[in-house]
């Protein structure tokens, strides 16, 4: 038998992004995609450290950040 698992809310969140910012997305080279990629890993490293160093909270919910 298999244990069981009680859902994650980080699992199940959900956020929209506009067209037009997926077309925004779209127009980016491939390196500037990535950039943006280790910009949002930056950020959230960032954040994570600074809500851990105040003992609020393990980890920062980004589901509000859409494309540039």
């Known amino acids: 038998m298999s244990p069981v698992t ?7 969140r959900t956020y929209y992004v506009s067209d ?10 491939y390196a500037q995609r990535l950039h943006w990629v280790e910009q949002c890993s930056q950020f959230v490293r960032l954040a994570q ?11 920062v919910d980004i589901s509000s950040v859409g494309a540039p």
């Open 49 to 59: 450290q600074a809500m851990a160093k105040d003992n609020k909270i393990s980890h």
């Open 20 to 29: 037009e910012r997926l077309r925004a997305f779209a127009k980016l080279s």
């Open 6 to 12: 009680t859902p994650n809310p980080r699992d199940q």
